[in-house]
């Protein structure tokens, strides 16, 4: 029993703010310590000039009534305060490849039935394939609620690269390359990204997908409220400067250089390579330093958020990933003159049923070396060089964009830019990564971070202990939290919260 122990969780990002829920609902006495003025993370939107836009999560999958995502929001206490508007199950995801468009609609049926109209001759692979998909994403226990593990099934596939195991599977090297067209939902690398990571993406998404209405950080005020009303205290403004360790173990930590805070456990939300950097302890020996700053960080992302003059754009109720190239693979490894090789394309979703977009964004790989000349600089104060780079981006991206969607720029009344520094500085991921650590079978576990440390009391959360995205960083928050309450509690309180 947790006889209010103090819990104190660096980062208010969905792990930080969903181990707070979970920890707070059972008698701990949380306090989450956000640096920012916002609290969510990657679930932060900003407005300008009247128009919202998300900053890192766009949809979310496997939510409709009764699937995985949808019992953990109902656990969080979350579903009663957001709303959920179904893609269009037809087509939520559309891939642009060598001037042809691929509709991927929802379900296994319609699934196989649809790409095997494309891909005649691959039907009965394309069966075999989508099993193995659903047979990984069901197999991993926290994905699919279960008590029992079968997480056997899914080993053999965390070390084979998603680019083998398609190999395997099919002839058509078209097809193989459409069924990766969304891999920027998780940065995808050849020979490195593991066929796991593809499937569990590709299972979570094609069971149900979904946009938050009125945007993600609905997400996150929730959680914030009800970490609230469990009597836990969400403060901004708090940098965590240090995690203060005395002989073994942790005792509390220090908030911007001044306030200590007490602490019976210290969660860390943010990226193992910063919480190494804030315990100054020798418990954490160089060696696992080292290796954790070692470790390959996903690629970043230049984004152009646009607002477009009023009712001139039809609403997309699909995501659009758009290829100049034959091939979907090393689009991160552009050159000055062929970037951007891809682009993920999403409207704003501001209500349920609407009919013309007020804004969206377009989402293109940047690696964080374009960006460095300006590390060290502050929001806002880069100069006027770095507001030049960031146009001269943006008016690329839009007209690539433009020669897919004819019209798009006459449509765009303003439009803002982020570039992975802002990143570095909104969430402190390294490089400005989008998805935190990347997974490369090459590694093997040696990529894989743990939630626990050394130090006994300190544990890590969020998107570089499991995976990242909705599901990947709540299922992490679960294995952190299960330390406190054991997995079985948890399992049990969600099964009475459906
Ligand atoms: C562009 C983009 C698009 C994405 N799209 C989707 C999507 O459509 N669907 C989906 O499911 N997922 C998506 N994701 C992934 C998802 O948003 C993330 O995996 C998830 O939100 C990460 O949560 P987190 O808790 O790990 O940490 P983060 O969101 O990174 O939060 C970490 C927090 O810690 C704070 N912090 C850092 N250092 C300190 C300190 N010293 N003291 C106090 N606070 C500190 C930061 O300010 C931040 O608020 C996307 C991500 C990106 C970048």
Sequence with gaps: MSDNKKVV????????????????KNGYQVTVLEKGTQVGGCLQCFSRRGAKFETGMHFVGSAAKGQTLDRWLNYLEVSKDITLSPLDTSCYERVLLKGQEYKFPNSHERFVEQFSEYFPKEKDNLEKYFSLVENIFRASMTNSLRQIGEEDAIVKYRLQSVNDVLDSLFEDKLLKNV????????????????????AYIMGFYNASAFRIVGGSDKIAFSLKSTIEKYGGKVLTNARVSEIVCKEFKATGVMVNDTDFYQADYVISDVHPEITLSLIKSNLIRPAFRHRISSLPQTTGVFSV????????????????????KDTVWDCEKYTEDSWPENYLYMHFCSSEK????????I????????????????????GEDYEEFKKQKAEKLLSEVENDFPGLKNSVKYYYTSTPLTYVDYTGTKNGSMYGIAKDVRLGAACRVLHRLRIPNVFQAGQNINAHGILGVIVGSLVTCSEFLTAQTIYQQIEEAN
């Design 305 to 324: 958020y646009v607002q477009f003059k009023e009712n001139t754009v039809p609403y997309m109720n699909s995501n659009f990933y758009g290829y100049h």
């Design 363 to 382: 989402l293109a790989y940047m690696r964080y070396s374009e960006v460095l000349k300006w590390e060290g600089t502050t929001l806002g104060r880069r």
């Design 9 to 24: 969780i660096i980062g208010s990002g969905l792990g930080g703010l969903s181990c707070g829920v979970i920890l707070a």
């Design 354 to 361: 609407q009919q013309y977009a007020a804004s969206g964004v």
């Design 179 to 198: 069924l990766l067209g969304n891999s920027p939902l998780y940065a995808a690398e050849k020979d490195k990204t593991p066929f796991s990571m593809h």
